[in-house]
């Protein structure tokens, strides 16, 4: 199985600043890994797919970069509806996994 | 517009039965892989199974594997969720998702909760 393990489990920002958020992956996944928003009491929100490809709606705020075990959420200014838990996840090998996510706190 | 929504959720006993359903609606329902994704409280995400567009495969998470079954009825957009003999780490909200770009999942339900508990 693979382990996504994201950091850091907390990030306290500011509106406005901007976001960096990690996961890296126990075995390579090439590409094969996206990105979700989770706001409290509501269904998780596919951010980004396949590494670096925005999903339909998402604002361009949002990005996704990497390959292979490393990879990287970045928001580049943090709006109030963006303060939530992010999840990595991989679909590189089953079983399909995601990381423990990362909780984005208003400072 | 995409929708997907769950029911069948409630408190079962341990070692009991509990069938969940997900109603889509909005797309070519026949055409794409449906998963079931579940979510203790409090805690993080887990795949739990994923059924192909015709219902030829499916696959599971070690932990659900021989007592959960993933079927799907492509003439009532629904596909279901048999659980049986459940168990208390069994708890959790359970969503279903739209497979999308390979297996990722987009959109989601809104959730079903499964309370395990004597």
């Known amino acids: 199985e693979i382990v996504l393990t994201q950091s850091p489990g907390t990030l306290s920002l500011s509106p406005g600043e901007r976001a960096t958020l990690s996961c890296r992956a126990s075995q390579s996944v090439s590409t094969y890994l996206a990105w979700y928003q989770q706001k409290p009491g509501q269904a998780p929100r596919l951010l980004i797919y396949d590494a670096s490809n925005r999903a339909t709606g998402i604002p361009a705020r949002f990005s996704g970069s990497g390959s292979g075990t490393d990879f990287t959420l970045s928001i580049s200014s943090l709006e109030p509806e963006d303060f939530a838990v992010y999840y990595c996840?991989?679909?590189?090998?089953?079983?399909?996994?995601f990381g423990r996510g990362t909780k984005v706190e208003i400072k | 517009q995409v929708q997907l929504v769950e029911s069948g959720g409630g408190v079962v006993q341990p070692g009991r039965s509990l069938r969940l359903s997900c109603v889509a609606s909005g797309f070519t329902f026949s055409s794409y892989g449906i998963h079931w994704v579940r979510q203790a409280p409090g805690k993080g995400l887990e795949w739990v199974a994923v059924?192909?567009?015709?219902?030829?495969?499916?696959y599971y998470a070690d932990s659900v594997k021989g007592r959960f079954t993933i079927s799907r009825d492509n003439s009532k957009n629904t596909v279901y969720l048999q659980m049986n003999s459940l168990k208390t780490e069994d708890t959790a909200v359970y969503y279903c998702?739209?497979?999308?770009?390979?297996?990722?999942?987009?959109?989601w339900g809104q959730g079903t909760l499964v309370t395990v508990s004597s």
């Open positions: 998702a739209k497979g999308r770009a390979g297996n990722y999942f987009d959109p």
């Open positions: 996840q991989q679909r590189s090998n089953w079983p399909l996994t």
């Open positions: 059924i192909s567009s015709d219902g030829s495969n499916e």
